[in-house]
């Protein structure tokens, strides 16, 4: 029997599977001389992160998850990018792939002081830039101390959701906030293709926490709590914004609450979006 590889668990990114996988066997069958880096978008619970995450299992590479969200400036309170990428000192000579999550985070208002916000942020995607440009990076050690440590055999791959714009470019990224020199190193970019409702479906039905769910209660009909939550994800499927995520909560609620109820389904469903900083 062929083994099943992890790829084979990421449903509704066909086109996307095939340009990832063909940027990994550049960067591994190169060993590591090629490094195409590339931006990632797509609606939130697209499967980005756990596209990437999954390829990395495929082509037996590290993986290091990085979330820009809680990044800060270098040399204030928080947590630098030195001290996000100090991970790569275990990795060793391994060819790595470091995914940046939420990276439209630093580009989106909503702080309450956004010009403080906006410094911050730009100097955190300068430091990328800094990273990017190098072999070698200064990441955060033990006792405080700064490191040498080597940059060489990794990729980057930046993600967000960027509020669900379908089909962003290069010139819709420089109009958001991205410099020129970063889209000069990071000129490759992939959208995840929106879940259709048929996606969703087969999330659920072949979903592993159902099945534990199940294996736990015994006294339940695995295909009365299949067609109950269909029903819902049909019905919110056009206002649903947190994509393959919500099978996973409607599972939980369904055996937590004993059933799913309209009110409580709604209240989980839908989010208010950000705006994107004017620039």
Do not use: W
């Amino acid at each position: 029997m062929e083994k099943k590889t992890a790829a084979e668990d990421i449903i509704g990114q066909e086109n996307l599977l095939n340009e990832v996988d063909k940027i990994l066997l550049i960067f591994k069958n190169s060993e590591c001389a090629i490094r195409p880096h590339f931006i990632l978008t797509g609606e939130s619970g697209s499967g980005k992160s756990f596209t990437i995450k999954n390829m990395a299992l495929k082509h037996e590479l590290g993986f290091i998850e990085v979330n820009a969200a809680q990044l800060t400036k270098e040399g204030t309170s928080g947590n630098s990018l030195s001290k996000a990428l100090s991970p790569l000192l275990q990795a060793g000579s391994k060819p790595t792939i470091v995914f940046v999550d939420e990276f439209d985070k630093l580009f989106i208002s909503g702080n309450s002081n956004d010009s403080c916000a906006h410094e911050s942020t730009t100097g955190v995607q300068n430091e990328f830039l800094k990273v990017l440009e190098s072999d070698i990076i200064s990441v955060f050690g033990d006792y405080g101390k700064y490191l040498n440590c080597s940059a060489a055999k990794t990729i980057f791959v930046f993600a967000g959701a960027f509020n669900g714009e379908e089909n962003i470019t290069i010139d819709r990224l420089r109009e958001i906030g991205l410099k020129t020199e970063f889209l000069g190193r990071v000129g490759l970019v992939y959208n995840t293709k929106k879940l259709t409702l048929a996606d969703l479906y087969d999330i659920l039905e072949k979903s592993s926490i159902l099945k534990l769910y199940l294996t736990l209660f015994s006294d339940v009909d695995g295909e009365v709590v299949i067609s109950d939550i269909k029903a819902y994800l049909k019905r919110s499927y056009d206002m649903n914004t947190l994509g393959a995520r919500l099978v996973n909560t409607l599972i939980h609620q369904y055996f937590i609450k004993g059933g799913l109820t309209e009110p409580e389904v709604e209240e989980i469903s839908f989010q208010n979006k950000l705006t994107f900083n004017k620039k």
